[in-house]
């Protein structure tokens, strides 16, 4: 079974920070990853998706990389706003269709 | 702008009942998701229907569960009978899967107690 980790937990930041957040998975034959942020009470939005075939995305202030070798993957904000405060989860998911999402990174960003 | 829909938004009820929650894909969708998140557990997926047809439910209990989808506007997802466990937030997700494409939209969630 794939297990999908990310480290760290929680991460409280000043406001226009750069931050990365990380994402390990132990299956590496993967279809695609997607990054999402939950609000508090809220349903998950999607962020970016990465193909097993590509190495990053861009999208704003986001940038996602992926490594399939190493089972990684970053989502690197630049210029952290307060409005970034949010869960992000990253979620795996494998050529016979399972997904596979991480317990998420709280983030706070301070004002 | 088109979203996800789920109702109810919140139920309450007594170990032993039926809940029936039900779902709205955006239209034109071609792929709904059931998941179901809790604090101990994250983000769990129970079913996964493309077209209509149920592609992957090996997430979910079979013994109590059941996911169907009567029409293209709506998928439903029935606990019988309910149990203290069940408790959690179920999210539905519709999206359009194609070759390249996975994105998937969540509707707000069904918080669901079961006392």
């Known amino acids: 079974k794939q297990e999908v980790t990310q480290i760290p937990a929680a991460l409280s930041v000043p406001e226009g920070e750069n931050l990365v957040l990380n994402c390990s998975f132990t299956d590496s034959a993967i279809y695609n990853l997607q990054w999402f942020r939950q609000d508090p009470g809220k349903g998950l939005t999607s962020l970016l998706l990465i193909q097993s075939s590509q190495r990053e995305q861009t999208s704003g202030r986001l940038n996602a990389s992926l490594d399939k070798s190493s089972g990684r993957s970053t989502l690197y904000i630049a210029a952290s706003q307060p409005g970034d405060s949010a869960t992000y989860l990253c979620?795996?998911?494998?050529?016979?269709?399972?997904?596979?999402f991480g317990t998420g990174t709280s983030l706070t960003v301070i004002p | 702008d088109a979203r996800v829909t789920q109702t109810p938004r919140d139920k309450v009820t007594e170990m032993g009942q039926e809940v029936t929650m039900r779902c709205q894909p955006i239209?034109?969708?071609?792929?709904v998701f059931w998941y179901r998140q809790t604090m101990k557990q994250g983000l769990e997926l129970l079913a996964y229907?493309?077209?209509?047809?149920?592609?992957?439910d090996s997430g979910m209990p079979k013994d109590r569960f059941s996911a169907e989808m009567p029409d293209a506007t709506l998928a439903t997802l029935k606990i019988q009978p309910s149990e203290p466990r069940d408790s959690a937030v179920y999210f539905c997700?519709?999206?359009?899967?194609?070759?390249?494409?996975?994105?998937?939209?969540f509707g707000p969630g069904t918080r669901l107690t079961v006392l």
């Open positions: 239209l034109g969708h071609n792929t």
């Open positions: 997700a519709s999206g359009l899967t194609g070759l390249r494409s996975d994105t998937q939209y």
């Open positions: 229907f493309r077209n209509r047809a149920p592609l992957d």
């Open positions: 979620a795996v998911r494998l050529s016979n269709r399972q997904f596979y």
